[in-house]
T-cell receptor, first 108, second 114 residues
Framework: LAKTTQPISMDSYEGQEVNITCSHN???????ITWYQQFPSQGPRFIIQ???TKVTNEVASLFIPADRKSSTLSLPRVSLSDTAVYYC?????????FGTGTRLQVFP | DAMVIQNPRYQVTQFGKPVTLSCSQT?????MYWYQQKSSQAPKLLFH???????NEADTPDNFQSRRPNTSFCFLDIRSPGLGDAAMYLC?????????????FGPGTRLLVL
């Protein structure tokens, strides 16, 4: 059974770049990797999705190495409002597996 | 704005008393999902509908049922809630069932079982 693991928590300061890694050793060929952000008492919100190499949008970058057994979400210049829980999600045929989640705390 | 709506935001029920949670969407998406999220844990998929086709996860207890009377609405029925069913229940939608489909989540309903 595919399993995705993440660091439980990370701390950062405003203006720094934050990199959160998700490990998914048993990723299948068809699986996509998606990252979501969740604030307390709210539903998760889509950040970025990728299959391999690098994807960038207006809020984040996603790095996926050639073996695809891990992925790294990169948040440039975080602010206090980026304090949240970040989940990676493996999406494949008949599969939706959330990672364990990383609680990011951004300090002034 | 198109969105996913869950009512109520907080629901209190008694041990063993059936409860229904509601979800509606204005996105006109084909797929609707129900997740259970316990405190400090990741969301866990219970089941989903692709149009009218119901897809149950293998480890979802029989105590949990769902109905989708039309495209816009989906309900989660808990037939006999136990204390362990206290959680946040998240509804989500996606345009289609395939890969690369972004899920849009509602704000969730927090269920308390007394």
């Amino acid at each position: 059974l595919a399993k995705t693991t993440q660091p439980i928590s990370m701390d950062s300061y405003e203006g720094q770049e934050v990199n959160i890694t998700c490990s998914h050793n048993n990723i299948a060929t068809n699986d996509y990797i998606t990252w979501y952000q969740q604030f307390p008492s709210q539903g998760p919100r889509f950040i970025i999705q990728g299959y391999k190499t690098k994807v960038t949008n207006e809020v984040a970058s996603l790095f996926i190495p050639a073996d695809r057994k891990s992925s790294t979400l990169s948040l440039p210049r975080v602010s206090l409002s980026d304090t949240a829980v970040y989940y990676c999600l493996l999406e494949g045929t008949d599969k939706l597996i959330f990672g364990t989640g990383t609680r990011l705390q951004v300090f002034p | 704005d198109a969105m996913v709506i869950q009512n109520p935001r907080y629901q209190v029920t008694q041990f063993g008393k059936p409860v229904t949670l509601s979800c509606s969407q204005t996105l006109n998406h084909n797929v609707m999902y129900w997740y259970q999220q316990k405190s400090s844990q990741a969301p866990k998929l219970l089941f989903h509908y692709y149009d009218k086709d119901f897809n149950n996860e293998a480890d979802t207890p029989d105590n949990f049922q769902s109905r989708r009377p039309n495209t816009s609405f989906c309900f989660l029925d808990i037939r006999s809630p136990g204390l362990g069913d206290a959680a946040m229940y998240l509804c989500a939608t996606s345009r289609d069932e395939g890969l690369r489909e972004t899920q849009y989540f509602g704000p969730g309903t927090r269920l308390l079982v007394l």
